[in-house]
């Protein structure tokens, strides 16, 4: 039993707000800027889910994850120029290549450091395949090297803890100060000092004509999406095809979405509800009992795979925000990718952190399943 069930919706509505206001509010004092203010939201999740305050799972978590994350997508791709994309950031697709080979490096030096037992190799494959695309490439990877249904489920409560150490080490991967000397960051600079102007001058204002419009025309987007996935057979794809709307909606407008004010910012807000829903999804100790082996194996995997993006982007000149976006975008899929360059500011590597997931949903099982094929 929890404090809040998991059908008090308004309670739960009053939950998440006020993790999002907080992170927002972090992000605009010393608290944020140290780390993040999206790290701040994750925890408090945690925190009141594992206390006993919300529950690990509710309809309303599927709702913000099924149908407010696809609709955050436009509002946070309105002003997408494809070309300066492509001009400014063509690196992270080069480093989610080297993100994909850590994750690779990490399950193989894993799998003879740490004894699984019998799920040893299927356990491979299976999390190279979630952490190079994300949870459709895990149970399409589980279902391929015939895992058991008790199997796929100690996998996945020790995939879900780590999943989340992931995402919060690269949220905090920018603050700190040696990682920053010795991976520069030209994004992260100019990113900063727009903050600061910003906060100089006029605030993002939800302006209601243009936010009713763009979120009218987000739904549209979402409506013709999702109804041509299902049409080809795709829908577990949908989010690639409202990524290709939005985007053509942006290069195709680029002088009528460009003028939006408050699109953004709700974009944002969305992203905070996901945050939270996160946090609050998140049963820590769940994995202790039947998956602790599995747990270290997963932490072995997430080392691996941050030391050698690290490493490349150090040796090969790589922006630091343009690693930690492609890292992201193998670690903990497309919407995370661009919700973390999004909460940083870094507005140009949205849509790169949304490809380069996508490109992970297309590649992960077949990584995925070479890999355990190889250690079988």
Same mark, same amino acid.
């Given at each position: 039993? %929890?404090?809040?069930?998991?059908?008090?919706?308004?309670?739960?509505?009053?939950?998440?707000?006020?993790?999002?206001?907080?992170?927002?509010?972090?992000?605009?004092?010393?608290?944020?800027?140290?780390?993040?203010?999206?790290?701040?939201?994750?925890?408090?999740?945690?925190?009141?889910?594992?206390?006993?305050?919300?529950? @690990?799972?509710?309809?309303?978590?599927?709702?913000?994850?099924?149908? !407010?994350?696809?609709?955050?997508?436009?509002?946070?791709?309105? $002003?997408?120029?494809? +070309? +300066?994309?492509?001009?400014?950031?063509?690196?992270?697709?080069?480093?989610? #290549?080297?993100?994909?080979?850590?994750?690779?490096?990490?399950?193989?030096?894993?799998?003879?450091?740490?004894?699984?037992?019998?799920?040893?190799? $299927?356990?491979?494959? %299976?999390?190279?395949?979630?952490? %190079?695309?994300?949870?459709?490439?895990?149970?399409?990877?589980?279902?391929?090297?015939?895992?058991?249904?008790?199997?796929?489920?100690?996998?996945?409560?020790?995939?879900?803890?780590?999943?989340?150490?992931? /995402?919060?080490?690269?949220? %905090?991967?920018?603050?700190?100060?040696?990682?920053?000397?010795?991976?520069?960051?030209?994004?992260?600079?100019?990113?900063?000092?727009?903050?600061?102007?910003? &906060?100089?001058?006029?605030?993002? +204002?939800?302006?209601?004509?243009?936010?009713?419009?763009?979120?009218? !025309?987000?739904?549209?987007?979402?409506?013709?999406?999702?109804?041509?996935?299902?049409?080809?057979? !795709?829908?577990?794809?949908?989010?690639?095809? *409202?990524?290709?709307?939005?985007?053509?909606?942006?290069?195709?407008?680029?002088?009528?979405?460009?003028?939006? $004010?408050?699109?953004?910012?709700?974009?944002?807000?969305?992203?905070?509800?996901? @945050?939270?829903?996160?946090?609050?999804?998140?049963?820590?100790?769940?994995?202790?009992?039947?998956?602790?082996?599995?747990?270290?194996?997963?932490?072995?995997?997430?080392?691996?795979?941050?030391? *050698?993006?690290?490493?490349?982007?150090?040796?090969?000149?790589?922006?630091? &925000?343009?690693?930690?976006?492609?890292?992201?975008? &193998?670690?903990? #899929?497309?919407?995370?990718?661009?919700?973390?360059?999004?909460? +940083?500011?870094? $507005?140009? /590597?949205?849509?790169?952190?949304?490809?380069?997931?996508?490109?992970?949903?297309?590649?992960?099982?077949?990584?995925?399943?070479?890999?355990?094929?190889?250690?079988?």
């Amino acid at each position: 039993m %929890t404090i809040i069930g998991p059908d008090d919706i308004f309670a739960l509505g009053t939950v998440f707000l006020g993790l999002a206001w907080f992170g927002f509010w972090a992000d605009g004092n010393r608290l944020g800027k140290t780390t993040s203010g999206v790290l701040w939201v994750i925890m408090g999740g945690v925190a009141l889910s594992n206390f006993g305050v919300v529950p @690990f799972k509710a309809p309303v978590y599927d709702f913000i994850g099924g149908y !407010l994350v696809p609709l955050a997508i436009p509002l946070l791709l309105y $002003k997408a120029d494809l +070309r +300066r994309i492509l001009r400014e950031s063509g690196p992270v697709i080069i480093t989610f #290549g080297i993100a994909c080979a850590g994750t690779v490096i990490g399950a193989i030096a894993g799998f003879y450091l740490i004894d699984m037992g019998e799920i040893g190799a $299927k356990a491979a494959g %299976t999390y190279t395949g979630g952490w %190079t695309g994300g949870a459709v490439n895990f149970v399409a990877v589980a279902t391929a090297v015939e895992m058991t249904p008790d199997e796929v489920s100690v996998a996945i409560s020790a995939n879900s803890v780590v999943s989340i150490m992931a /995402l919060i080490s690269l949220i %905090t991967l920018p603050s700190i100060v040696l990682v920053r000397r010795l991976i520069p960051s030209r994004i992260m600079g100019e990113s900063e000092r727009a903050a600061a102007i910003a &906060a100089e001058d006029e605030p993002d +204002r939800l302006h209601t004509s243009h936010v009713a419009g763009a979120l009218a !025309l987000s739904f549209v987007i979402c409506a013709i999406a999702y109804a041509f996935a299902d049409w080809v057979g !795709l829908s577990n794809y949908a989010i690639l095809f *409202v990524t290709v709307l939005a985007l053509v909606a942006a290069n195709a407008f680029p002088r009528a979405l460009t003028r939006l $004010k408050g699109d953004f910012a709700l974009g944002m807000i969305i992203m905070y509800l996901f @945050f939270a829903a996160v946090g609050c999804g998140t049963d820590a100790l769940a994995f202790v009992d039947s998956a602790l082996n599995l747990f270290f194996y997963s932490v072995v995997i997430l080392a691996v795979h941050l030391v *050698v993006v690290l490493t490349a982007a150090r040796f090969l000149k790589i922006d630091l &925000a343009e690693a930690i976006v492609a890292a992201g975008a &193998a670690l903990v #899929g497309p919407a995370p990718a661009a919700a973390i360059a999004a909460a +940083r500011g870094w $507005k140009t /590597l949205v849509t790169p952190g949304i490809m380069c997931g996508i490109l992970g949903y297309a590649i992960g099982t077949f990584i995925g399943v070479a890999v355990a094929k190889m250690l079988m």
